[in-house]
């Protein structure tokens, strides 16, 4: 029987409750400043008989008078007396439930969850972790493979976004074009494509032919499929090896004659770290790089200011 009272009294109060707005609020707020009916409604620009009426609902919802006639005056009741906390903090939690969100990456330690192959790490990823050691020093950041559970990830809001190449986006994915990228094809010093990689203007897959090939394997919506670029078109041949991380292939090349074609911004960084040695390879090999993210977070601010960054320091890079 209790419980069927309490239930019976929480549905009274929100029976009420359904006709309180924020008007009603604030008139309320300022009656326990002004303890005056005359000078609320001035502060409203109300009319006296307009604000008699919210008050007579303020009355009804809370129980109680909450401004009584006295001989020296008008003065609060004992329970309004103690409202002035909780109704300042009502309003404010209103208030903030409309406050456009804010992002402060200087002070923030947000997660982003981000899927991406390793040369998404490297070529976007690393770079803007040079700049944020410096300018959002707390923000975190976890990098899962990409594999194609990522894409159902993405839309499931278990990743914030992904780093991903000729993309055929569906609908609900926000796709941003980070830069158009390029391939080049590594070897050896002393490798016999010194020669013509001297000469030419780009490589050919007529070029790297006669050597074995090392290709990487790309993650899609369905599985792993070879990137079979270095190959003359129609050439059913295999690659020597096939695995699915473009940073390992220097390791790969450094000491046999196998070439492995990679791109330009990842061959760049090797021959500044290591003896091999590059050469561009046809341009029409290139490949558009996106930002992916769900439609969820167009209005995220911690997503948007992180896509602005990948932009304006991809572009220097």
Known sequence: MDDENSMMGMQKMNDRLTSLDMRTLRFLQL????????????????SQPAASRILARVRDLIGDPVLIRTQSGYKLTDHALGLNEPVDAALSAIADVFRPSAFDPAQSNHRYCIASTDYGVAAVLGPMMEVFAVTAPALRFDVSPLVPQSFSDLEKGAIDLLLYADLDAKEDLLVQKLFDETYEV????????????????????????????????????????????????????????????????????????????????????????????????????????????????????????LREQALEITKSH
């Open 31 to 46: 009656l326990l400043r002004t303890r005056s009916v005359t000078r609320t409604a001035m502060h409203l620009g109300i």
């Open 186 to 305: 590594l070897f050896r010093q002393g490798h016999p494509l010194e020669e013509p990689s001297a000469t030419k203007l780009a490589l050919t897959p007529q070029d790297v032919s006669p050597y074995r090939l090392i290709e990487f394997n790309f993650p899609d919506t369905t599985g792993l499929k070879p990137d079979t670029i270095m190959r003359e078109e129609g050439d059913g041949s295999n690659a020597v090896f096939q695995q699915p991380y473009f940073t390992t292939l220097p390791f790969l090349v450094g000491q046999t004659d196998a070439v492995a074609a990679v791109p330009k911004r990842l061959a760049e960084q090797v021959r500044k770290s290591t003896t091999l040695c590059s050469a561009p390879f046809q341009p029409r090999c290139g490949f558009p790089y996106y930002l992916v993210r769900h439609e969820r977070s167009r209005f995220n601010p911690a997503v948007n200011w």
